[in-house]
């Protein structure tokens, strides 16, 4: 199942539209595409996103999702991973899942003004 979360970004965290999306057990999910419109433009952006959605392991402690890059100066950055990397889930509910975005080296100029992230799970239900 394909989901696109639309949201924006306060004080880090993602807070997305209600989507009433649940899980079974043994699910996995992986980023398929992100985009963040930023306030101005700016370059040389290295950043994380992670979620509580996932699970917590020795490989991956601060449970990170996807992490990302943009080089070159632009108000959006639009990035879509070479390599999926799938996770298990562990939340039972797509809206009890925290979502954070951490930007490194960060500069002033670096506001989101919206984002957008597309998630592939295995075998999600809707209600």
């Not at 993602?14 to 899980?23: H, L």
């Not at 490989?59 to 990302?68: D, I, M």
């Not at 989101?112 to 799970?121: H, N, R, S």
């Amino acid at each position: 199942m394909i989901i696109n979360l639309n949201g924006k970004v306060e004080n880090n965290e993602i807070v997305f539209e209600d989507c009433p999306v649940y899980f079974d057990n043994n699910q996995y999910v992986h980023v398929n595409e992100l985009f963040i419109k930023w306030q101005k433009p700016c370059k040389n952006v290295v950043g994380y996103i992670e979620s509580s959605l996932i699970d917590c392991s020795p490989v991956n402690l601060s449970q990170q999702l996807l992490f990302f890059q943009q080089r070159k100066e632009s108000d959006y950055l639009f990035y879509t991973p070479t390599h999926l990397s799938k996770y298990k889930i562990q939340c039972s509910a797509l809206h009890s899942s925290l979502f954070k975005i951490h930007l490194l080296e960060q500069e002033k100029n670096e506001k989101i003004e919206k984002i957008y992230i597309q998630l592939e799970i295995t075998n999600a239900r809707l209600q």
